[in-house]
């Protein structure tokens, strides 16, 4: 942090916390009632400033948590201290989308008189800001404060900065903040920033800094010296991806300075208790991963997506983040995730085919899915009563690998982390022998199949099987079309959330197999996620 002399810092900073609002992008802003009730009641104690309790989204089409649309309603049921000021935050997106913005505001908003919450904050692009000038002008109407905050700041350049800024008085809300949405922002950057919107804005100005390179809290400070007279924080820094500068800290540098009235001591059992569990239960924070996405200046949601369970390998994650600012990914896009994880298409030349392989049999794919694990004896049971030919997907499986006849393995990543177990297998491994000669993977028993990706095709020709996306299961049930089975049975496939990567690239696998190979069912054996068909493995076949 810079020693300069604090000459612009204010002599009293309001400190604004965003704990549910910034952090229900990890539990869908569906906290417990007795958890936002301790919460708000720590914070009054605490003598934070304002408390953003959450969104008030516009959007009902899916289940989300009583803090993504922070009603009135539920507001009056926490008994909020009368001396704690509450915000709530929308998105410029929602509103610019709405038919009419000021028969939004007036569907969402009580008059300030009726309304627990005095101040609306909006958080919007560079190039959304000229378009809210209605919603805006409603909220003032309406009696409410407004703050207008522009995201992804590390990629304005200071004119435009100060434009923001001049922009933001002309719409006369009561604060202009910047947001650094890739946490990319060192502490010599700030005052800069700072400057700018004070140029075009005056003095009422706030930050929201990141903590993808550990500076939340230097950038914080250094914002503050610059002029800031606001800025946001959370508890145990709870926010998407590496999360923000920390209500505990932030309150503790503040107080040392004499530039707060807050008092640490009423937040010790959320920090330490609450909010810790959280942190232990989704796993916010600094990492290599959001270090390098700040450098990137990629969207931090693309790290929280590639990092979400196993599947990816550290250095596949690496090369994907690569590959992301290749293209740009400023926002967060699903399907540039797609392209990135899968980087170049592949191809990895084989030999024998399978035309032999499970004629007229029944097959039941395994892949290493927690239903899987939580139902290990009763596949085990259903392989001795059934005998179909079992397949697993790479080398982990949860079931007697003395029952399983032969794994898949397509991914040179994963062959990679599976080296050792493949070398020890007993079954047969299909696999491209360019693929494992390529790791120098050696294996008891190897049938050896070529793979090539062509997008929205699956099936099989003279260089071995084509698959849509890289994955194993692809690559299996390219295998089993063409050695001709009888069924195909699923177990441990379980799903990710529809938004994820990995799910729309099996779900899209799974769709051409059915439109492709009519005459081969495919049938999920314990819960999945994907549009397939489901049944018991307790039913008789």
């Known amino acids: 942090m810079a020693t300069r002399p604090q000459q612009g810092a204010p002599s009293n900073v309001l400190v604004l916390d965003c704990t549910l609002r910034d952090g229900g992008y990890y539990n869908d802003w569906d906290y417990s009632f007795d958890l936002v009730k301790r919460y708000v009641d720590a914070m009054a104690a605490a003598r934070v400033d304002i408390v953003e309790l959450g969104f008030r989204t516009l959007h009902t089409n899916q289940y989300l948590g009583a803090t993504a649309y922070t009603t009135d309603a539920f507001i009056e ?280 392989w499970c004629t007229a049999r029944d097959v039941l794919i395994v892949a290493n899915g927690p239903e899987a694990r939580a139902k290990r004896s009763e596949i085990e049971m259903f392989i001795r009563q059934h005998h179909p030919f079992v397949l697993g997907l790479n080398a982990h499986l949860p079931i007697d690998m003395s029952l399983v006849d032969a794994v898949a393995v397509c991914h040179p990543e994963r062959a990679m982390l599976d080296a050792s177990a493949l070398s020890e297998l007993g079954c047969e491994v299909v696999a491209p022998g360019e693929l494992l000669r390529s790791l120098n993977i050696k294996v008891k028993r190897h049938r050896d199949v070529g793979y090539h990706v062509e997008s929205q095709q699956l099936g099989f020709d003279g260089a071995g099987a084509i698959i849509p996306h890289p994955i194993v299961a692809g690559y299996a049930l390219s295998l089993i079309a063409n050695g001709d089975a009888k069924r195909i049975f699923l177990v441990g496939v379980d799903g990710y959330s529809e938004n994820d990567v990995r799910h729309i690239m099996m779900q899209e696998t799974l769709d051409l197999f059915i439109e492709t190979f009519t005459s081969i069912p495919v049938t999920a054996l314990t819960k999945s996620g994907y549009r397939i068909p489901q049944r018991s493995m307790f039913a008789p076949l």
């Open 77 to 356: 049921r926490l008994s909020v201290p009368p001396h704690l000021s509450l915000a709530v935050m929308m998105n410029a997106k929602e509103l610019i989308q709405a038919a009419d913005q000021r028969v939004a505001i007036r569907s969402s908003f009580a008059r300030r008189n009726h309304s627990q919450v005095s101040m609306v904050r909006i958080a919007a692009n560079r190039n959304e800001v000229d378009k809210l000038g209605p919603a805006i002008e409603e909220l003032r109407e309406l009696g409410y404060e407004v703050a207008l905050n522009l995201m992804q700041i590390s990629e304005v350049d200071h004119p435009h900065i100060t434009e923001f800024g001049t922009q933001a008085k002309s719409f006369d809300v009561e604060y202009a903040y910047v947001a650094d949405s890739f946490g990319s922002l060192r502490p010599a950057d700030i005052a800069p920033i700072m400057h700018a919107l004070a140029d075009g804005f005056g003095t009422a100005i706030g930050c929201h800094l990141h903590d993808n390179m550990s500076y939340a809290l230097a950038n914080t400070m250094e914002a503050i010296d610059a002029g800031a007279v606001i800025v946001d924080s959370t508890i145990q820094g709870m926010g998407r991806g590496p999360g923000n500068v920390r209500t505990e800290y932030l309150v503790m540098e503040l107080a040392r300075r004499g530039l707060t009235k807050a008092n640490v001591q009423p937040l010790v059992n959320l920090v330490e208790r609450d909010f810790a569990e959280l942190k232990d239960a989704y796993g916010w924070g600094s990492s290599l991963y959001y270090f390098q996405s700040a450098n990137l200046a990629v969207h931090p949601t693309y790290v929280m997506e590639l990092t979400k369970d196993d599947r990816y390998s550290p250095s596949e994650i690496t090369l994907a983040l690569n590959r992301l600012n290749e293209r740009g990914a400023t926002s967060f896009d699903v399907r540039r995730l797609t392209e990135a994880v899968q980087g170049e298409p592949l191809h990895f030349v084989g030999g024998r085919s399978v035309d032999d």
